[in-house]
């Protein structure tokens, strides 16, 4: 039972804070792009502005997913948090993939938010021996 509540929770708390980041993101793109209306300049780094603060973010919040994971599972930490992450990008990539493939920049993404889960696993465990 501990199980399903460390992976459920892992998984709530990822998921509600991307979706709280994502509704951010929108109202910092809005006024982004009337900002771009009046300097042309900020029109050539928009698209740079997803990757520089958007994936640093991702990957914050899913260690600390992880880290809420491995608190409340206390055993098979790591096993645990790696399940976490695979839901959670899971759920977040594979719907995106209908009517397109995976890029490069996706995969990675991919593979870096299960690292990023499993470290703040790892990370919890480190700090409670």
């Not at 039972?1 to 459920?8: L, Q, V, Y």
């Not at 998984?11 to 209306?37: E, G, R, T, W």
């Not at 594979?94 to 920049?105: Q, R």
Request: net charge positive; glycine share 8%; with cysteine.
């Amino acid at each position: 039972m501990r199980s399903i509540k460390a992976i459920a929770a892992g998984s709530l708390f990822i998921i509600i804070i991307i979706l709280l980041m994502q509704l951010a993101y929108i109202f910092i793109a809005v006024a982004y792009n009337a900002l771009a209306k009046d300097y042309p300049l900020l029109n050539d780094i928009a698209g740079s502005f997803r990757y520089l603060i958007g994936i640093p973010i991702f990957m914050v919040i899913m260690f600390f997913g992880g880290y809420i994971t491995a608190d409340i599972a206390r055993e098979k930490v790591l096993l645990h948090c790696f399940v976490v992450g695979l839901i959670t990008v899971s759920g977040m990539v594979i719907p995106t993939l209908e009517n397109a493939n995976i890029t490069l920049m996706g995969f990675m993404v991919f593979v870096l938010s299960i690292v990023a889960t499993t470290f703040g696993g790892w990370y919890w465990q480190r700090s409670n021996k």
